[in-house]
């Protein structure tokens, strides 16, 4: 790509990054509030809906990209596909944004997309692992991992959406790498997706941290969850780099370990998973004196992380590949071990 190129691509995303701000700035207005309770980590009502930015912006320069710049077009079924679903998913987290619908009617609309996603083609069938090779899975087993996918990704961005720019500054981060990753690959549609998604967070950001005027809430958290997911997917394409289906999965490797941790402890526990808490690690971070502006910025940090061990990644050799995500598990173990440290010394007992 040329500097040319480039200063028109980052001047477009600017002018998407200037339309998220702008109805941003207009959900304010609006103000469908979030009422603070036990499990909230704000103590006054506060707008929420501001995703709704983040969504028209990344649609409009998807549409724009869809009428001038064929090269970076999946194809139209896969096109067609992704964004009819990923509006489906902003439309469902709306309306719970307003009405609070229950987790097993956010989950089927959830699935619904997602098969939608799937249903156009894209999903990952062949894995290419080092020394050996090719692994066809089957298109069966391929949807089915790949709509697995979807919904633990699209939930866990929705579920670490908890504390001020948390979630919304873990995906700028993702987004950034990911373009770059993209770039060098010359996967051009993940490129172009990425930049407008990480635009269209940008515009909102300002709103949201470190002082929060409004929150992203679930139109907001499933939708970047859900392209990032669908992102994720595409990237698992780029055929000349192995193992590239665990690129996306490294750049949110905090948010996904996260959550993760959180449900298998709180199976083991004997909780009921569908109920609400405030048992995630940001949450008991916080809650045991950890500034908030602080827990983001350890989450940018893991994604910053992820996004130089892909860099790494992309460059190691096949064999050494394998060793990489491995190593992003580190970090996470010893955030794991600091929060339970906080947590005893402030006397939090069960999560």
């Known amino acids: 790509m040329t500097y040319l190129a480039l200063l028109h691509h980052l001047t477009f995303a600017a002018l998407i990054a200037l339309v998220s701000a702008l109805v941003v700035r207009a959900m ?33 320069g998807v549409s724009v990209l869809y009428g001038f710049a064929s090269f970076a077009r999946l194809a139209d079924p896969y096109f067609r596909g992704v964004i009819l679903a990923s509006i489906a998913i902003a439309v469902v987290g709306f309306v719970d944004d307003l009405r609070g619908w229950p987790f097993v ?14 249903g156009s083609g894209l999903f990952v069938e062949v894995f290419r692992v080092p020394v050996i090779g090719a692994v066809d899975i089957g298109w069966l087993a391929g949807a089915t991992v790949t709509v697995a996918w979807i919904l633990f990704a699209t939930n866990a961005m929705n579920f670490i959406d908890g504390l001020n720019g948390l979630a919304a500054g873990t995906a700028l981060v993702a987004c950034a790498f990911l373009a770059v990753i993209a770039e060098a690959q010359a996967g051009w549609f993940v490129y172009f997706a990425a930049l407008l998604l990480g635009a269209g967070i940008a515009g909102f950001l300002p709103f949201n941290f470190p002082r929060a005027r409004i929150f992203m809430g679930d139109v907001g958290s499933q939708f970047c969850g859900f392209v990032l997911a669908v992102l994720g997917v595409a990237a698992s394409r780029f055929g000349v780099v192995e193992m590239s289906f665990l690129l996306v999965p490294m ?19 004997g909780e009921r998973l569908t109920q609400a808490h405030h048992g995630h690690l940001y949450q008991v971070a916080h809650r045991a004196g950890m500034d908030a502006r602080l827990v983001a910025a350890m989450h940018w ?18 064999p050494l590949k394998p060793f990489l995500p491995i190593a992003l598990l580190l970090p996470q173990l010893v955030w794991t071990l600091y929060v339970a440290a906080r947590a005893r010394r402030a006397a939090i007992g069960r999560w």
């Open 105 to 118: 009617v956010k989950l089927a609309a959830q699935v619904v997309a997602a098969l939608a996603a799937v």
């Open 251 to 269: 750049l949110l490797s905090g948010v996904l370990y996260d959550v993760a941790f959180t449900l298998v402890r709180r199976a083991v526990a």
């Open 301 to 318: 940090g893991f994604a910053a992380l992820g996004g130089l061990v892909c860099l790494a990644f992309l460059a190691a050799p096949g």
């Open 28 to 60: 304010v207005n609006v103000r469908v509030m979030d009422l603070p309770n036990e499990r909230s980590a704000h103590a006054v009502p506060t707008p929420r809906g501001g995703g709704v930015g983040i969504v028209v912006a990344f649609l409009l």
